[in-house]
Antibody, heavy 120, light 106 residues
Framework: QVQLQESGPGLVKPSGTLSLTCTVSGGSISSSHWWGWIRQPPGKRLEWIGYIYYSGSTHYNPSLKSRVTMSVDTSMNQFSLKLSSVTALDTAVYYC?????????????WGQGTLVTVSS | SYELTQPLSVSVALGQTARVTCGGINIGNKNVHWYQQKPGQAPVLVIYRDTNRPSGIPERFSGSNSGNAATLTISRAQAGDEADYYCQVGDNNIVVFGGGTKLTVL
């Protein structure tokens, strides 16, 4: 059973960079799946941030693309998210996730989520 | 960008059938996935590719998709089905979520 666990600071200052890591267990990050980040501001809808493949290929949400960088570390079975120039609007629960193997698959596995607050 | 529209809330009597809709232009030509999210928890995939149930999801959950609307149907609704439900599609390598529907079981 694949499990995902987010880690990183729970508080980030405005204009700073949000950095999160997702550790994958029970499966290899080098499998034929896309790995991704989704966030949810308190009381609001889910918002997709982007996907990364183990090769490093990425797809980003156009609305966040200019501020997002994702990377993968196959040796550690981890992938990461960096979101720059954050504001209070970036305060949210951030989930890491794994998409199913098919191109048209849904998101099969989710981490438990981690709350990141942007505040001085 | 592609948009998905869901009703803010749906109510259903205990034991009856609930239907949650997800509207989008020609959504019938896309693969729709549905997620259940209970308070304080991560979403759970309950229907994938319009009509398929992942292992462990009760048969009471079903889906359909045609024209400009996809529908998640929950038969014999139980108190434990009370949650937010989100539809999702992939559109040109971009993931789009609906706004979510709060299901209340009366």
């Amino acid at each position: 059973q694949v499990q995902l666990q987010e880690s990183g600071p729970g508080l980030v200052k405005p204009s700073g960079t949000l950095s999160l890591t997702c550790t994958v267990s029970g499966g290899s990050i080098s499998s034929s799946h896309w790995w991704g980040w989704i966030r949810q501001p308190p009381g609001k809808r889910l918002e997709w941030i982007g996907y990364i493949y183990y090769s490093g290929s990425t797809h980003y949400n156009p609305s966040l693309k200019s501020r997002v960088t994702m990377s993968v570390d196959t040796s550690m079975n981890q992938f990461s998210l960096k979101l720059s120039s954050v504001t209070a609007l970036d305060t949210a629960v951030y989930y890491c996730a794994r998409k199913g193997a098919l191109a048209v698959a849904g998101i099969e596995y989710w981490g438990q989520g981690t709350l990141v607050t942007v505040s001085s | 960008s592609y948009e998905l529209t869901q009703p803010l809330s749906v109510s259903v009597a205990l034991g009856q059938t609930a239907r949650v809709t997800c509207g989008g232009i020609n959504i019938g030509n896309k693969n729709v996935h549905w997620y259940q999210q209970k308070p304080g928890q991560a979403p759970v995939l309950v229907i994938y590719r319009d009509t398929n149930r992942p292992s462990g999801i009760p048969e009471r959950f079903s889906g359909s998709n045609s024209g400009n609307a996809a529908t998640l149907t929950i038969s014999r609704a139980q108190a434990g089905d009370e949650a937010d439900y989100y539809c999702q599609v992939g559109d040109n390598n971009i993931v789009v979520f609906g706004g979510g529907t709060k299901l209340t079981v009366l």
